[in-house]
């Protein structure tokens, strides 16, 4: 479980297929050696398994399953990743509870500046749109965002110039693609209207 702050921007040291699955390096800035073998990492949003570590680099395996599903087969050495540590009770929760599982990639439309901030617009995800809301919360690449607008086409959020900074949001550009997570409370109402309308 996640909050959707990023505490670090890690560099991709390795990405090497293996049979099937992918072994990624990621090196990190933060301290290591509180982080244990099997430790949750969120990278950009996706929830992964520390499998091995050396001095500052973190090493995951990553299944076909979530290459399927989410950006990291298009990772490649020398690109940043957002990166957020579990959270332990009694962490605050500055952004939303955020689980790590992608619900689907989504692209960036458009990046416009405004005031200071920049305002992303992204494609509407096929059969998702509905569980975004404006004023709700969603997490992309891992971040924590209140939705602004939304069409049936797009929707769009407003980084601060902090965020901006401390993400890996301002190598984003038209085209890009980003990992996205359907807040978790839309995701579970949507499942018990589901079960409701099949009693």
Known sequence: MF???VQDIGTITSC??????????????????????GASIS??????????KEDNILYFEVSNETLSCTTIGEWKEGMLVNIERSLKVGDELGGHFVSGHIDAVTTVISIESDDGSHRITFKQPQNLEYLIA??????LDGVSLTVNNVTS???S????PHTWEHTTFKTLKAGSKVNLEIDMLARYMDRALKCKEML
């Open 3 to 5: 909050t959707g702050l």
């Open 16 to 37: 090497e297929r293996g049979d099937g699955d992918l072994s990624v390096g990621i090196q990190i800035n933060l301290d290591t050696s509180t982080i244990d073998l």
């Open 43 to 52: 990278c950009s949003g996706c929830c992964l398994t520390v499998v091995k």
């Open 134 to 139: 404006a004023k709700g919360s969603i997490a």
């Open 153 to 155: 086409q797009n929707f």
């Open 157 to 160: 959020v407003n980084i601060i």
